[in-house]
């Protein structure tokens, strides 16, 4: 059975085409939380936040979030805040092995639930559950969030708007990337993005979560500026001219709406895809092989199958390689509540 290190030997080696920002002159904030600030515009209006490095390595969102920090934004009304979340993974980053500092001691967009978050007497306890729980007051008041990500593998950027119609309006509102996914996220965990009101069908607060690209290409970086800036404008805190210079994609672009039928999740380490899957590919007939997992062949459920997001850099038993959707026909959820 082959270990990760050799199975990450196996994969593409892709090229670092950004420099990584120094977060460290935003340590001190106004807020009381480290590398964690807000403009407040004194005019009543939502809160909105824009948040990078929920994993270490994924540098996209720092570059966009420490350009936001740097023009000192003055938000048109409510309040803007900008962060950076799992530092300590961001401050490890060790370009020989860039797949190591995603995390430290486990995925911080697993641990947003309330029965995680609130303090047991220490019982549960890592430095992404610390960090996560020093953030909550903040994002128990924000009204609207994007948290920025990037992906293992070269694949064009998506839109993970949750399983809630609500998700599908704002990522419509928004208008990029091409394609945005409706899905419930993963079994291991809450994410930010579903975490509280964002995941609440009867509450006013909304969530994204953008895919800007892999890791490290500039295209990536380039995504997740333009997207950020949407963002703002298209919650009213900001005016689109007044981010112009951070616009860097074409506009409007006619999206695509996916749903997540189901995750594809590991059982053990002799998991293997049946080509070099690197997402989006579209398998058009039902019963076709796309991977096996210990001799077990794994075979796509219906027709005109998409793959999201396959990767195996991170694998493991229970872990989620890859997820399967299918084009949603009306840019509609099946329902409100269920992907």
């Given at each position: 059975?082959?270990?990760?290190?050799?199975?990450?030997?196996?994969?593409?080696?892709?090229?670092?085409?950004?420099?990584?920002?120094?977060?460290?002159?935003?340590?001190?904030?106004?807020?009381?939380?480290?590398?964690?600030?807000?403009?407040?515009?004194?005019?009543?209006?939502?809160?909105?936040?824009?948040?990078?490095?929920?994993?270490?390595?994924?540098?996209?969102?720092?570059?966009?979030?420490?350009?936001?920090?740097?023009?000192?934004?003055?938000?048109?009304?409510?309040?803007?805040?900008?962060?950076?979340?799992?530092?300590?993974?961001?401050?490890?980053?060790?370009?020989?092995?860039?797949?190591?500092?995603?995390?430290?001691?486990?995925?911080?967009n697993r641990v947003w639930s309330a029965a995680r978050l609130?303090?047991?007497?220490?019982?549960?306890?890592?430095?992404?559950?610390?960090?996560?729980?020093?953030?909550?007051?903040?994002?128990?008041?924000?009204?609207?969030?994007?948290?920025i990500h990037s992906m293992h593998e070269e694949s064009p950027?998506?839109?993970?708007?949750?399983?809630?119609?609500?998700?599908?309006?704002?990522?419509?509102?928004?208008?990029?990337?091409?394609?945005?996914?409706?899905?419930?996220?993963?079994?291991?965990?809450?994410?930010?993005?579903?975490?509280?009101?964002?995941?609440?069908?009867?509450?006013?607060?909304?969530?994204?979560?953008?895919?800007?690209?892999?890791?490290?290409?500039?295209?990536?970086?380039?995504?997740?500026?333009?997207?950020?800036?949407?963002?703002?404008?298209?919650?009213?805190?900001?005016?689109?001219?007044?981010?112009?210079?951070?616009?860097?994609?074409?506009?409007?672009?006619?999206?695509?709406?996916?749903?997540?039928?189901?995750?594809?999740?590991?059982?053990?380490?002799?998991?293997?895809?049946?080509?070099?899957?690197?997402?989006?590919?579209?398998?058009?007939?039902?019963?076709?092989?796309?991977?096996?997992?210990?001799?077990?062949?794994?075979?796509?459920?219906?027709?005109?199958?998409?793959?999201?997001?396959?990767?195996?850099?991170?694998?493991?038993?229970?872990?989620?390689?890859?997820?399967?959707?299918?084009?949603?026909?009306?840019?509609?959820?099946?329902?409100?509540?269920?992907?």
């Amino acid at each position: 059975m082959k270990t990760l290190d050799q199975i990450r030997a196996g994969l593409p080696v892709y090229p670092i085409e950004v420099d990584f920002p120094d977060i460290s002159r935003w340590q001190k904030s106004n807020t009381g939380v480290d590398y964690i600030h807000t403009f407040d515009s004194g005019i009543a209006g939502p809160h909105v936040m824009v948040m990078a490095l929920t994993h270490g390595n994924e540098v996209s969102g720092a570059i966009a979030v420490d350009a936001l920090l740097q023009m000192r934004p003055k938000p048109l009304q409510g309040r803007i805040t900008l962060g950076f979340a799992n530092v300590d993974a961001y401050l490890k980053f060790d370009i020989n092995n860039p797949d190591a500092t995603r995390y430290i001691d486990e995925d911080m967009n697993r641990v947003w639930s309330a029965a995680r978050l609130y303090d047991k007497g220490g019982r549960d306890d890592s430095v992404e559950l610390r960090r996560a729980r020093a953030l909550r007051p903040i994002i128990d008041s924000v009204d609207y969030l994007l948290d920025i990500h990037s992906m293992h593998e070269e694949s064009p950027p998506l839109m993970m708007s949750g399983p809630l119609e609500k998700g599908l309006r704002f990522a419509a509102q928004i208008g990029v990337p091409t394609n945005v996914i409706a899905d419930a996220g993963h079994p291991n965990g809450k994410r930010m993005r579903d975490y509280g009101g964002f995941g609440d069908i009867n509450s006013p607060k909304n969530a994204l979560l953008v895919e800007t690209g892999q890791h490290f290409s500039a295209r990536s970086r380039d995504v997740a500026l333009d997207t950020a800036s949407r963002f703002l404008a298209a919650t009213g805190v900001m005016d689109i001219m007044q981010l112009s210079h951070f616009l860097k994609l074409a506009y409007p672009v006619t999206q695509r709406f996916l749903q997540v039928t189901q995750p594809v999740v590991a059982k053990t380490m002799d998991f293997a895809f049946s080509r070099d899957f690197r997402g989006l590919e579209l398998i058009k007939t039902a019963g076709t092989t796309i991977a096996t997992d210990n001799g077990t062949d794994i075979v796509t459920p219906y027709d005109d199958c998409v793959i999201v997001q396959p990767s195996l850099r991170h694998l493991g038993p229970n872990v989620t390689v890859m997820r399967l959707a299918k084009k949603i026909p009306d840019g509609h959820a099946d329902n409100e509540g269920h992907a």
